[in-house]
């Protein structure tokens, strides 16, 4: 798997970047950094994860370094990935048993999973410029999906960059937990509070709270 393509691994392969994407260089220098510290792992940018006949789409922010860097699927080996794929487990969109491992069998029914940036940031954090260089695979990703409807923000950088992918001004869509937006073309957009350990250690977002995010997609859904 370490050498892997991420197109070889995504249900959307054509929205993929490659594996040695030279975009960014700060993302490029970071990732050699990495590849050199912990050469067994992903150290790669991460491919979109779940269904392609998705409704919903859950945008993330960019892989963490214990997470989706090193095990090369979103969310997955991080302490963030235990509150949303028990949450999606939750709701019906998810089948199987979490065991944080690219291999543990788990699968999405009606979601999937990409993010804002697809590689590993230093201190977690992208730069406006990252964003924008990473935005034609998110636009890719989601003109991949025929039968999307919904999307859910994982904190503002991801709002902010799915308002951007859809040309929303971003005074006329402001992110707050729980905010529902129309995007372009009928699209529905959920923001929520990234699920970061940060964010629930801070209290600032909580399960019932994750939770009444995704209610308000599947209730929203029209069938």
Avoid at 123 to 144: G, I, W, Y
Avoid at 177 to 200: I, K, M, T, V
Avoid at 205 to 218: C, I, K, N, S, Y
């Amino acid at each position: 798997m370490p050498f892997a393509s991420p197109a070889d691994l995504s249900p959307l392969p054509r929205a993929e970047a490659p594996r040695d994407c030279p975009l960014c260089p700060r993302l490029v220098h970071f990732r050699q950094e990495c590849r050199a510290e912990h050469p067994d792992w992903w150290n790669a940018p991460v491919p979109a994860f779940g269904d392609p006949a998705a409704w919903l789409a859950i945008v993330g922010l960019a892989p963490g370094k214990h997470g989706a860097n090193r095990t090369g699927r979103p969310f997955t080996g991080d302490f963030a990935g235990e509150l949303l794929y028990a949450t999606l487990s939750k709701f019906g969109l998810a089948q199987g048993l979490y065991g944080a491992a690219q291999n543990d069998g788990l699968q999405l029914h009606g979601a999937i999973i990409v993010n804002a940036v697809k590689c590993l940031p230093p201190q977690n954090k992208t730069l406006p410029v990252e964003e924008t260089n990473c935005r034609p695979f998110l636009t890719e990703a989601l003109r991949s999906l025929p039968n999307l409807t919904t999307l859910v923000a994982l904190g503002k950088v991801a709002h902010d960059s799915l308002c951007r992918t859809f040309a929303l001004p971003l005074s006329r869509a402001k992110f707050a937990h729980g905010a529902e937006h129309e995007l372009p073309g009928g699209l529905r957009l959920f923001d929520s509070y990234h699920c970061s350990r940060y964010n629930q250690n801070t209290n600032r977002l909580d399960g019932p709270m994750f939770e009444a995010v995704f209610a308000q997609a599947m209730a929203g859904r029209g069938e």
